[in-house]
């Protein structure tokens, strides 16, 4: 009989120890969930602060892009970071039909360095950031060289409206994206007389309501963005009566009359 109770003490104990364990490790693994949340927050926060040291980190460099391209194993070169050299550029005439899209976005492009660019005959996308390309310097761009031509996106050029005139020459260019305030009337007048000119990217120029006049003879406008530029409401409603259905954003925002105002960008 006593060992019957002994060992049903024994039971007892055991099972009241594996309770008491149970309820302990509940506890310690319940605990530390939301220091753990709090910690998940400064290193979600460190991961997007140093999102671009990685991204830079992890950018191919020039040579390895050109390898690609050189091999047939890619059509673009993309330095975000990386500044371009000279002697970098003149290499690109030994992929001139392979390049499709170039885009440089730390500089820096001239005029004179221009025409290694000018050579590429195959190029579709064409984006210079931090070059201060001018009239002259466009000028080397020969639409009979570049007739693939679609998309130039040159947001530190300080092209007037006669580079644009040379630009218009370019007969499938669908995309254009310029700043400065030498973007006058004028400039906007030849804008519009771009032939295939589908989307219109203009930052800070300086534009009279004329301007928007001109721009709604685009035959073929059906987006524009336009920054740091102040124009008087009954120019934009004389625009959208000629073109109702133009998407416009203005310093980033939809104009209260987009027909897309209601939707997300694409």
């Not at 590429?120 to 000028?139: F, K, Q, V, Y």
């Not at 004028?186 to 800070?204: D, G, K, M, N, V």
């Amino acid at each position: 009989m006593w060992r019957k109770s002994n060992a049903w003490l024994a039971a007892c104990l055991l099972a009241a120890c594996l309770f008491s364990c149970t309820l302990g490790c509940s506890s310690q693994s319940s605990a530390p969930v939301e220091e753990r949340t709090s910690a998940t927050d400064p290193a979600a926060t460190k991961s997007a602060a140093t999102q671009a040291t990685t991204t830079q980190a992890t950018e191919l460099t020039f040579e390895a892009q050109y390898e690609k391209v050189l091999a047939g194993e890619a059509i673009a070169i993309r330095l975000a970071h990386a500044k371009i050299s000279a002697e970098q550029l003149q290499k690109l005439g030994a992929v001139s039909s392979k390049l499709l899209e170039l885009q440089l976005d730390a500089g820096v492009v001239d005029d004179t360095s221009l025409e290694s660019i000018a050579a590429l005959t195959a190029l579709e996308h064409l984006r210079l950031r931090d070059s201060p390309i001018t009239d002259a310097g466009i000028a080397k761009l020969d639409p009979s060289q570049l007739p693939n031509l679609r998309i130039v996106n040159l947001p530190q050029a300080n092209l007037t409206a006669a580079g644009l005139e040379h630009l218009a020459t370019f007969p499938n260019l669908v995309q254009v994206r310029l700043s400065g305030a030498q973007l006058d009337d004028r400039a906007a007048e030849i804008l519009a007389r771009f032939p295939s000119l589908r989307s219109l990217h203009l930052i800070a120029p300086k534009f009279t309501d004329l301007a928007l006049d001109q721009l709604a003879k685009a035959p073929k406008l059906s987006s524009l963005y336009i920054d740091d530029c102040h124009l008087n409401d009954a120019a934009w409603e004389r625009l959208f009566a000629a073109k109702p259905s133009l998407h416009v954003h203005i310093d980033q925002h939809h104009h209260d009359r987009d027909p897309k105002a209601d939707h997300e960008e694409p």
